[in-house]
């Protein structure tokens, strides 16, 4: 007998309704998704260059001023890295808007209007700034493991060593983040100091 009492949330209509048809121009091996990520990741690289100087003159803290001031600069070498592996894979440079990253920076602005300049901005500008940061983690932990798979392995170079300066910049902004909490806990004058 017909079951009666399936969820109407997964019956196969609907969940035929759900399956999404492919663009013309959709994916259909490994190396043209490698490509697509790539591209993703070159837009959003390079909407950070754009936007990190917003949050350095916003910051207060000059420890986070000039975390944020280096790695702006280590952004700008990732932007070249990526030049690289696109040109090892015989590919143009060419950015597709990254709709991750667009919203990560628009929450950035918001949080910026949301706080007063000072301790506070700065807990904004590092918590906005942790997010990205994950955001691009994650992004090129994949990346490396798709250069692997496809045996890429000068891309896998590459790309490690961005994904290892990501790192270091969440491990420095999570660094600054405890610094300053520890110290507003422990003294409003070195508070002040800040
Ligand atoms: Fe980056
Ligand atoms: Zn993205
Ligand atoms: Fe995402
Ligand atoms: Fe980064």
């Known amino acids: 007998m017909k079951d009666t009492k399936q969820n109407p949330g997964t019956s196969p ?46 910051a207060t803290a000059p420890l986070l001023a000039s975390a944020i001031t280096e790695h702006l600069e280590i952004t700008k070498i990732q932007v070249e890295r ?11 440079a060419e950015g597709k808007k990254c709709e991750a990253m667009a919203g990560l920076i628009k929450e950035g602005d918001s949080i910026l209007e949301e706080t007063m300049p000072g301790p506070v901005r700065d807990a904004g500008i590092i918590a906005a700034s942790q997010k990205i940061e994950h955001y691009e983690i994650a992004t090129y932990g994949t990346l490396c ?49 800040l």
């Open 13 to 58: 209509s609907k969940a035929g309704n759900m399956v999404v048809q492919p663009a013309a121009d959709a994916a259909n091996d490994m190396r043209a998704l490698f490509i697509d990520s790539l591209k993703d990741i070159y837009w959003a690289e390079n909407a950070l260059v754009r936007a990190l100087p917003k949050m350095i003159a916003n």
């Open 145 to 193: 493991a798709f250069a692997k798979a496809l045996g890429e392995n000068d891309a896998v170079q590459l790309l490690t060593q961005t994904l290892a300066e990501e790192k270091e910049a969440d491990m420095i902004l999570s660094d600054a983040a405890c610094g300053m909490i520890n110290l507003k806990a422990a003294d409003n004058t070195l508070r002040e100091a």
């Open 82 to 92: 990526l030049d690289a592996v696109f040109s090892l894979l015989g590919e143009t």
